[in-house]
């Protein structure tokens, strides 16, 4: 899969990077269909963030369906449709 990564202050690639995978019992891996950018990424990519480490992939919005979920995860299931906020 294709990942944007910061390659320090004002430059960024999309670098071809790992399918992720389940690794802890609360998670769940989502296939993004509509995605977007939240401001504090633009930070970071302006360099305007110091503390993130180059080859960061930063966080996004967007909305997409589940692939795959822990075995803690009971509210959803493969396939759901969900929303992912960059609010935590």
Do not use: N, W, Y
């Not at 993004?32 to 633009?42: D, E, G, S, Y």
């Not at 692939?67 to 935590?88: E, H, N, P, T, Y």
């Amino acid at each position: 899969m294709k990942a944007l990564v910061s390659q320090g202050p004002g430059q960024k690639a999309l670098i071809e990077r790992p399918i992720p995978a389940v690794r802890a019992a609360t998670d769940a891996l989502v296939r993004m269909t509509t995605t977007t950018i939240a401001a504090r990424t633009l930070h970071i990519l302006k360099g305007d963030v110091p503390r993130c480490a180059l080859g960061h992939i930063p966080e996004h919005e967007g909305v997409g369906i589940i692939v795959d979920v822990g075995s803690a995860v009971s509210q959803f299931k493969k396939c759901d449709r969900v929303l992912i906020s960059c609010i935590l």
